[in-house]
């Protein structure tokens, strides 16, 4: 590729870059993540660009804004081949890969309205992690297909 044909999207100074996120998926990492654009930072996303790698990616550069473990697990579950760079002063001074995690909490809505964790009580909903989805563990219900379209909105 010559140069002016590359895709440039501005470099970050402090905050996070999630590269090699499938095609696609940025926006749902973004929802995952209860990232709107509302908070004034710099936010950027460019989706299906051209990777060696998977074919096409989707990365997301988050200004003034570090990812905590929690939220990179949960990530993996939309995201399993994405890395995670962490960026201070211009530099990327750690760079992680998404771990799958055991069990998710607080961050998927049971889709049974009978759960006890879709009801009015102080009752965190909780999923184990399995091959083929999420299972609620409070009634057991599983989750395979469309993960995003179950997160909870804050
Ligand atoms: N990045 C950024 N702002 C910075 C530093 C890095 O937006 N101040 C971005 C880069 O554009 C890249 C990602 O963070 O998308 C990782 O940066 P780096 O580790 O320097 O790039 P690579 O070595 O190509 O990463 P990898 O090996 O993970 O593909
Ligand atoms: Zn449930």
Redesign the pocket.
Known sequence: MTDDQQLR?????NGT?I??IAGGQALNVLAILGIDGGSGDALSVAMNVPSDRLGKKD?V?IEGRELSQAEVDVLSLIAPAA?I?I?RE???VE?HRVERPEVVEGVLECPNHNCISTKDEPVESRFAVTDDGVRCEYCETIIRDDLPAHILVE
Request: hydrophobic fraction near 35%; charge should be positive.
């Open positions: 999207v501005s470099k970050i100074k870059v590269d090699h990365i550069k890395s760079n960026v211009y530099d990327v760079k």
